[in-house]
């Protein structure tokens, strides 16, 4: 089951001055800073109403945020949804015929398992599923 949406997820070129406009966006600055070793990524998170906001910014070429900015430049990375059970969500989506870009669940940011939904599959939009862990 899907609870809400956890976060939107957006890729920048420039961390310290995108969090300087997110701060003023939001009013409230970023609670941390995360880097998230496997995926060469420095994660920076605020806190949004109900939901959050993951600003992702790569570090080395070989992160997938490197090449989606090379690709497609700044903005809307991903959306992520929050599950009760991601196992069984991944197993409900394979059925449905959704392309997964995980076999199993991976170790995200923000202590999470977190799984990715191929963008073919969701008329253009990377869809994350995360579930929380407690460690
Ligand atoms: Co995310």
Known sequence: MVKRVEHIGIAVRD????????????????????????????????????????????????????????????????IAFEVEDIREEMARLRRAGFRLLNEEPKRGADNKLICFVHPKSCHSVLIELCQSVDD
Not at 38 to 64: N, R, W
């Open 15 to 78: 961390l310290a001055r995108a969090e300087a406009v997110y701060e003023a966006l939001l009013g409230v600055g970023a609670y941390k800073r995360e880097t998230v070793e496997s995926e060469q990524v420095l994660t920076s998170f605020f806190q949004a109403g109900g939901t959050k906001i993951e600003l992702l910014y790569p570090l080395s070429e070989s992160s997938a945020i490197h090449r989606f900015l090379d690709k497609r430049g700044e903005g809307m990375h991903h």
